[in-house]
């Protein structure tokens, strides 16, 4: 219970974060996906190892398409965002799974910088075909380069000390 409380209070303050920076510098983030790379490590690297137990892939879904609902009311489009953050969490997890080393923080600066790219283009691309929304392309592969560009000193930040 305790677990489930403080995933929802962190949505709350990255909800409330991501809108402060939009409203006072006009500049649109992902930190939804820091979120996400947040539980995975969270959830995948426990501080206390528990024995013969290996992590359900079930509930990391759950919560990511709750943070895709959640970015999706902002958007007024149901569904983009749920279908990019489930499935660049899936491949994230995989990715855990397959790696389960150590994490330098060049690496993790790649991985978090290629997925927050994948992320933003999974939901743009969903956009554009189903909801016939046009964007000029150039501005918009600028805008998700500089948010993924700003994901990763902040995942870096978040993950500090951890796998």
Same mark, same amino acid.
């Given at each position: 219970m305790k677990k489930l409380i403080?995933?929802?209070?962190?949505?709350?303050?990255?909800l409330l974060i991501q809108s402060l920076i939009l409203i006072f510098t006009g500049i649109k983030t992902n930190l939804f996906f820091l979120l996400?790379?947040?539980?995975?490590?969270?959830y995948y690297f426990p501080k206390e190892q528990k024995k013969n137990i290996s992590p359900n892939e079930v509930y990391p879904l759950i919560f990511?398409?709750?943070?895709?609902?959640?970015?999706?009311?902002?958007?007024?489009? +149901?569904? !983009?965002? +749920? #279908?990019?953050?489930?499935?660049?969490?899936y491949l994230l997890i995989k990715i855990t799974n397959q790696f389960f080393f150590t994490w330098? !923080? !060049?690496f993790k600066g790649i991985i978090i910088f290629i997925f927050t790219l994948l992320d933003e283009f999974i939901s743009m691309v969903i956009v554009m075909s189903f909801f016939n929304l046009d964007f000029e392309h150039f501005v918009l592969l600028k805008? #998700?380069? +500089?948010r993924a560009l700003i994901n990763v000193p902040l995942g870096l930040f978040i993950?500090?000390?951890? !796998?």
């Open positions: 403080k995933w929802i209070s962190l949505t709350a303050l990255t996400i790379f947040l539980f995975i490590v969270d990511f398409a709750f943070i895709g609902f959640i970015e999706d009311l902002g958007q007024e489009i +149901i569904g !983009p965002s +749920i #279908i990019s953050k489930s499935i660049t969490g330098s !923080p !060049p805008e #998700i380069f +500089i993950s500090w000390g951890r !796998p």
